[in-house]
């Protein structure tokens, strides 16, 4: 019964005033990058397509005429690259960010899932309190990542271009999600383990973690499927209905935008969530 | 937090909200183009034209009215036996060729194709054009091929084998045995027919480009000895007469004289087995096997097809004016689900062709879906048997209904009927005259049949998993690249298959831009014209050998008018074809309105541009297009709200579209969508990549 009563508890604890308030400030950030990614991109577009009847056909969505000038006209080479340099810097300010503002977020779950300890200092602050630590355990994490999904990504690679075959196909990806959705959650017990102990040393959070994850294995293991089709689902359906929305008004641009942003909030409380089924797993077992 | 958030988003719909509610502007109804006389391209730029072959000597336009469709200069009587047994996958066969000398000379030698021997070892210059890779499909290590001659004599008795060497006309690769000559010790003269005997055995290789086996399912084509092409002095434009018979190359492989294919194919039980030609009768074989009997007249190749696994369809279509043609689908029997698709899209194809270009001469016509694991013998034209392939079009799974792939391949290598089978120019020396053409008639057709398929799928696994937001690329929304400086500056769109350069320029040249340049030529002459151009380019040259030039001089003389100033630019220079609106601008004082037009590129096109008016009036704008910009001054008012370089229907070939109207108003919610679409993709993938915690 502690599988259930995680995931339950977990969900409850997500959308409790505290947690909410970690989503916002997740959101927020994310929001901001994609906002100054937005009219970054637009100005761009937008110039390139000024007076032009092309700017119109975009109504409807990427055109070939206006994809064939974007990359082929002289200069396009230097917008393209322009572009992409911001997504990348963007992502990594995200990313640095996000691990800055982990001890929030753990600490504000631990909180809901924990003693239901009142969490009287600011978020910010909780922040700044936790963020040695959760930087090392975040560098442990992408080294994981980074090595096991590389492997895993590697003999993937291998399979495909030896067109080793459809139920190969899904097999490795399959597995390949759930072996670095694994290595997340164990990373995100570890966090639970630095806010819930006041130990700051990132290799005890994550031999308490892995500990955690081996005795548990079955329950662990479970959950991080499950926390992964939630995740997935809330993608799809995000995508799915934010495809449906005809984009070819103004208004409709504005209703994408909105819709897209509610997709991107649910996206992330799904991560939310997860983390906070994957503590009280820690915390109910022991 | 939430407070801030909504504030963000509120935000970004300030930002946007002004800027998204100019409206589209109508386009200008689709009137023909006004025919232009276009000016001599020496006077903007003296750079040299590729060489090209001039215009046939018209005694080599095909004889109309005679008893048989073609000339018939060759005959092939042939048996052939396919041993499909693991490690063997050989078809051993005999077969006495009849050859007639066309020309007005003596002719003491003659010259094979021995095509399979591009599948020998890796020294062939098949081989070492393709590096082994041809359409993503690798060459297997165990998957080589060959033709072995074991016997050929005249039909009298002597023995010409020990005489039979190879050589290599094209590239002088000594390791390359896809060509072989034979001295003959007595000359064939003019009118005369020589026939000869031949045995020999053909080593399927696995397949991986066109031909071959993979498990039970079998293609077999360029599968036996055959003669190449005799051209006397004239035909095609050629200075001497000789022998035309190219190395298999890895862009190339079709260029063969007319004539009757009489074949016993004898494979054993339980195979399906489909043809060129009609099926005359089947019969058990002395082996315990099924020997079928196909012939077909007036046709230049002659491919084959067996596999144990297919399903067959059949249906009669009847066209008034056309003889009856059994129209037959072998598909996969995993892919049973798609027969009456495969049947349809075949039908379709020929009443469209039928139609619009001309009647279709054959009694059969076959549509093969190739296993899954032959995926790299789909997609293939041979006479009167076509291939298409789930595998190769679908990446393993059954198409969506809105897929057109299946659809456009089928429609595609049907087309390859008329430009290759029946008008069988040179894809060697000129590939543009029948992938090129076949793919202007292929999205006229395209667009007629299946309008409403047009999607384009990632697929995954054999699943399709996302519908993209635009048309399918193979549809060729994205020609027009093909137009643009990454392929135009490269080099002209006439050359040999073998001799582009770079990765994708033989297939640019050898399907796009001629597309485009034929499109274009349809803005230029007008939509009528130019159906009427492919009508009668296709009458006077079925079962003929055409040369460009004989095209370019059919369209003249069917828009009645020189058009060879637009050939030169658009299929033998690096000319880059672009106009565009620079800027309107106006001078109050004078009340009067500058419309500036610009061309930007060193191609010369006339232009008849449109200005539109706020009150709805329009007003033409004639430029021959000659300088590199034109000023038209005029009146201010009504305000001018558009200005169209292309108003009727834009040019292919006109490299960048951006430039081709100008609005008085720009267009912001376009941008805005594309911008909020991007930075929403942003998200989802930094959320994936970067996680929301870690």
């Given at each position: 019964?502690?599988?259930?009563?995680?995931?339950?508890?977990?969900?409850?604890?997500?959308?409790?005033?505290?947690?909410?308030?970690?989503l916002?400030?997740?959101?927020?950030?994310?929001?901001?990058?994609?906002?100054?990614?937005?009219?970054?991109?637009?100005l761009?577009?937008?110039?390139?397509?000024?007076?032009?009847?092309v700017?119109?056909q975009?109504?409807?969505?990427?055109?070939?005429?206006?994809?064939?000038?974007?990359?082929t006209q002289?200069?396009?080479?230097s917008?393209?690259m322009?572009?992409?340099?911001?997504?990348?810097a963007?992502?990594?300010?995200?990313?640095?960010a996000?691990?800055?503002?982990?001890?929030?977020v753990?600490s504000?779950?631990?909180?809901?899932?924990?003693?239901?300890?009142?969490?009287?200092?600011?978020?910010?602050?909780?922040?700044?309190?936790?963020?040695g630590?959760?930087?090392?355990?975040?560098?442990?994490e992408?080294?994981?990542l980074?090595?096991?999904?590389?492997?895993l990504v590697?003999?993937?690679?291998?399979?495909?271009?030896?067109?080793a075959?459809?139920?190969?196909?899904?097999?490795?990806?399959t597995v390949?999600?759930?072996?670095?959705?694994?290595?997340?959650?164990?990373?995100?017990?570890a966090?639970?383990?630095?806010?819930?102990t006041?130990?700051?040393?990132?290799?005890?959070?994550?031999?308490?973690?892995?500990?955690?994850?081996?005795?548990?294995?079955?329950?662990?293991v479970?959950?991080?499927?499950?926390n992964l089709?939630?995740?997935?689902?809330?993608?799809?359906?995000?995508?799915t209905?934010?495809?449906?929305?005809?984009r070819?008004?103004?208004?409709?641009?504005?209703?994408?935008?909105?819709v897209?942003?509610?997709?991107?909030?649910?996206?992330?409380w799904?991560?939310?969530?997860?983390l906070?089924?994957?503590?009280?797993?820690?915390?109910?077992?022991? | 937090?939430?407070?801030?958030?909504?504030?963000?988003?509120?935000?970004?719909?300030?930002?946007?909200?002004?800027v998204?509610?100019?409206?589209?502007?109508?386009?200008p109804?689709d009137?023909?183009?006004?025919?232009?006389q276009?000016?001599p391209?020496?006077?903007i730029d003296?750079?040299?034209?590729?060489?090209?072959a001039?215009s046939?000597?018209?005694?080599?336009?095909?004889?109309?009215?005679?008893?048989?469709?073609?000339?018939?200069?060759?005959?092939y009587t042939?048996?052939?036996?396919l041993?499909?047994?693991?490690?063997?996958k050989?078809?051993?066969?005999t077969?006495?060729v009849?050859?007639?000398?066309?020309?007005?000379?003596?002719?003491?030698?003659l010259q094979?194709?021995?095509?399979?021997?591009?599948?020998?070892?890796?020294?062939?210059?098949?081989?070492?054009?393709?590096g082994?890779?041809?359409r993503?499909?690798?060459?297997?290590?165990?998957?080589w091929?060959?033709?072995?001659v074991?016997?050929m004599?005249t039909?009298?008795?002597?023995?010409?084998?020990?005489?039979l060497?190879?050589?290599q006309?094209d590239d002088?690769?000594?390791?390359?045995?896809?060509?072989?000559?034979v001295?003959?010790?007595?000359?064939?003269?003019?009118?005369?027919?020589?026939?000869?005997?031949?045995?020999?055995v053909?080593k399927?290789?696995?397949?991986?480009?066109?031909?071959?086996?993979?498990?039970?399912?079998?293609?077999?084509?360029?599968w036996?000895?055959?003669?190449?092409?005799y051209?006397?002095?004239?035909?095609?434009?050629?200075?001497?007469?000789g022998?035309?018979?190219h190395q298999?190359?890895?862009?190339?492989?079709?260029?063969?004289?007319?004539?009757?294919f009489?074949?016993?194919?004898?494979?054993?039980?339980?195979f399906?087995?489909g043809?060129?030609?009609?099926?005359?009768?089947g019969?058990?074989?002395?082996?315990?096997?099924?020997?079928?009997?196909?012939r077909?007249a007036?046709?230049?190749?002659?491919?084959?097809?067996?596999?144990d696994?297919?399903?067959?369809?059949?249906?009669?279509?009847?066209?008034?004016g056309?003889?009856?043609?059994?129209?037959?689908a072998l598909?996969?029997?995993?892919?049973?689900?798609?027969?009456?698709?495969?049947l349809?899209?075949?039908?379709?194809s020929?009443?469209w062709?039928?139609?619009?270009?001309g009647?279709?001469?054959?009694?059969t016509?076959t549509?093969v879906?190739?296993?899954?694991d032959?995926?790299?013998?789909?997609?293939?034209?041979?006479?009167?048997l076509i291939?298409?392939?789930?595998?190769?079009?679908?990446?393993?799974?059954?198409?969506?209904?809105?897929?057109?792939?299946?659809?456009?391949?089928?429609?595609?290598?049907?087309?390859?009927?008329?430009?290759?089978?029946?008008?069988?120019?040179?894809?060697?020396?000129e590939?543009?005259?029948?992938?090129?053409?076949?793919?202007?008639?292929?999205?006229?057709?395209?667009?007629?049949l299946w309008?409403?398929?047009?999607?384009?799928?990632?697929a995954?696994?054999?699943?399709?998993?996302?519908?993209?937001?635009?048309?399918n690329?193979?549809?060729g929304?994205?020609?027009?690249?093909?137009?643009?400086?990454?392929?135009?500056?490269?080099?002209?769109?006439?050359?040999?298959?073998?001799?582009?350069?770079?990765?994708?320029?033989?297939?640019?040249?050898?399907?796009?831009?001629?597309e485009?340049a034929?499109?274009?030529?349809?803005?230029?002459?007008?939509?009528?014209?130019?159906?009427?151009v492919v009508?009668a380019?296709?009458?006077?040259?079925?079962?003929g050998?055409p040369?460009?030039?004989?095209f370019?001089?059919?369209?003249?003389?069917?828009?009645?008018?020189?058009?060879?100033?637009?050939?030169?630019?658009?299929?033998r220079?690096?000319?880059?074809l672009d106009?565009?609106?620079?800027s309107?601008r106006?001078?109050?004082?004078e009340?009067?309105?500058?419309?500036?037009?610009?061309?930007t590129?060193?191609a010369?096109?006339?232009?008849?541009?449109?200005?539109?008016?706020?009150?709805?009036?329009?007003?033409s704008?004639?430029?021959?297009?000659?300088?590199?910009?034109?000023?038209?001054?005029?009146a201010?008012?009504?305000?001018?709200r558009?200005?169209?370089v292309?108003?009727?229907?834009?040019p292919?070939?006109?490299?960048?579209a951006?430039n081709?109207?100008?609005?008085s108003?720009?267009?912001?919610?376009?941008?805005?969508?594309?911008?909020?679409?991007?930075?929403?993709?942003?998200?989802?993938l930094?959320l994936?990549?970067a996680?929301?915690?870690s």
């Open positions: 019964m502690k599988l259930p009563i995680a995931i339950a508890r977990g969900i409850s604890a997500s959308v409790a005033p505290g947690p909410l308030v970690a916002g400030w997740m959101y927020g950030l994310l929001a901001a990058l994609a906002l100054a990614f937005t009219v970054f991109v637009y761009l577009i937008a110039s390139g397509v000024a007076n032009s009847a700017g119109s975009l109504r409807k969505g990427i055109s070939a005429d206006w994809l064939v000038d974007t990359l002289p200069g396009a080479g917008k393209f322009s572009v992409l340099f911001l997504a990348v963007l992502a990594l300010v995200y990313a640095v996000s691990v800055a503002l982990s001890g929030g753990v504000r779950i631990v909180d809901r899932v924990g003693s239901g300890r009142a969490v009287n200092d600011p978020f910010v602050a909780e922040c700044g309190r936790y963020a630590p959760m930087l090392r355990v975040a560098i442990v992408f080294l994981f980074g090595l096991t999904g590389g492997a590697i003999v993937w690679i291998v399979g495909m271009i030896g067109n075959g459809n139920a190969f196909a899904w097999t490795s990806v390949i999600a759930v072996v670095l959705s694994a290595i997340a959650a164990t990373a995100d017990v966090r639970v383990h630095v806010v819930a006041g130990d700051r040393s990132a290799i005890a959070a994550w031999r308490d973690a892995i500990s955690h994850a081996v005795r548990r294995a079955p329950s662990f479970l959950l991080v499927v499950f089709v939630v995740a997935l689902v809330v993608a799809w359906i995000a995508v209905i934010h495809s449906t929305i005809s070819e008004t103004g208004s409709g641009v504005i209703l994408g935008l909105v897209g942003q509610i997709g991107i909030i649910g996206r992330i799904a991560r939310i969530a997860a906070a089924s994957q503590a009280s797993l820690r915390i109910v077992s022991g | 937090m939430t407070t801030r958030t909504s504030l963000i988003a509120l935000l970004a719909a300030a930002v946007f909200l002004p998204l509610t100019t409206a589209a502007q109508p386009r109804g009137a023909p183009a006004p025919a232009v276009g000016p391209v020496d006077r003296p750079r040299p034209l590729a060489p090209i001039p046939s000597d018209p005694k080599f336009r095909p004889k109309r009215g005679g008893e048989t469709l073609s000339d018939r200069v060759v005959s042939m048996k052939a036996t041993d499909p047994a693991k490690g063997v050989s078809v051993t066969g077969e006495r009849t050859w007639r000398n066309p020309g007005d000379s003596p002719v003491s030698e094979f194709h021995l095509y399979l021997n591009a599948f020998r070892d890796k020294n062939s210059t098949f081989m070492k054009e393709s082994g890779r041809l993503r499909d690798d060459m297997p290590e165990d998957g091929g060959q033709i072995d074991t016997a004599a039909a009298d008795g002597e023995d010409l084998l020990p005489k060497e190879y050589i006309p002088g690769n000594a390791e390359d045995r896809t060509v072989a000559r001295p003959l010790s007595k000359p064939v003269m003019p009118g005369e027919t020589i026939a000869l005997d031949i045995a020999f053909s399927l290789p696995r397949i991986f480009a066109r031909t071959g086996f993979a498990g039970n399912f079998f293609l077999v084509g360029q036996y000895p055959k003669l190449g092409v051209e006397p002095k004239g035909m095609r434009g050629r200075a001497e007469a022998w035309n018979c298999f190359h890895a862009n190339s492989e079709f260029y063969a004289d007319f004539g009757v009489d074949v016993e194919l004898t494979v054993p039980q339980g399906t087995v043809a060129t030609g009609a099926l005359l009768g019969r058990p074989s002395e082996d315990g096997g099924v020997t079928y009997h196909y077909q007036d046709v230049h190749d002659f491919v084959w097809t067996a596999d696994n297919f399903v067959t369809g059949e249906r009669t279509v009847s066209i008034e056309m003889p009856d043609v059994k129209v037959i598909v996969q029997a995993e892919h049973a689900a798609t027969l009456e698709r495969h349809d899209a075949t039908e379709n020929l009443r062709f039928h139609a619009n270009v009647p279709y001469p054959y009694e016509i549509t879906d190739p296993q899954d032959g995926g790299g013998a789909g997609g293939m034209e041979y006479p009167t291939t298409a392939g789930i595998n190769t079009t679908s990446a393993g799974t059954l198409p969506a209904d809105d897929d057109p792939l299946l659809e456009v391949v089928i429609f595609h290598e049907f087309g390859h009927q008329y430009w290759y089978g029946m008008v069988a120019s040179n894809e060697f020396e590939p543009w005259m029948d992938e090129g053409i076949n793919s202007y008639t292929e999205s006229l057709g395209m667009a007629d309008p409403a398929k047009r999607a384009a799928w990632i995954y696994g054999g699943v399709n998993l996302f519908r993209l937001p635009l048309d690329p193979t549809l929304p994205f020609s027009r690249f093909a137009s643009t400086q990454f392929v135009v500056r490269r080099g002209p769109m006439i050359g040999t298959s073998w001799g582009y350069k770079g990765g994708q320029s033989y297939s640019f040249n050898a399907y796009q831009r001629p485009n034929l499109q274009t030529l349809g803005v230029l002459i007008g939509e009528e014209k130019m159906a009427e009508r380019y296709f009458a006077r040259w079925k079962f050998h040369t460009s030039q004989d370019f001089d059919v369209a003249s003389e069917v828009s009645g008018q020189n058009l060879q100033w637009y050939f030169d630019q658009a299929f220079s690096d000319r880059l106009y565009g609106v620079q309107v106006t001078r109050e004082e009340e009067i309105a500058e419309v500036i037009l610009e061309r590129g060193d010369v096109f006339p232009i008849q541009a449109l200005v539109t008016r706020d009150d709805g009036s329009t007003e704008l004639e430029w021959d297009g000659l300088s590199s910009q034109q000023i038209f001054r005029i201010q008012l009504p305000e001018i558009r200005v169209d292309y108003p009727n229907r834009t292919k070939l006109d490299a960048y951006t081709n109207t100008w609005l108003h720009s267009d912001r919610a376009g941008p805005a969508r594309i911008a909020t679409d991007a930075a929403l993709f942003f998200e989802h930094t994936l990549l996680g929301v915690v």
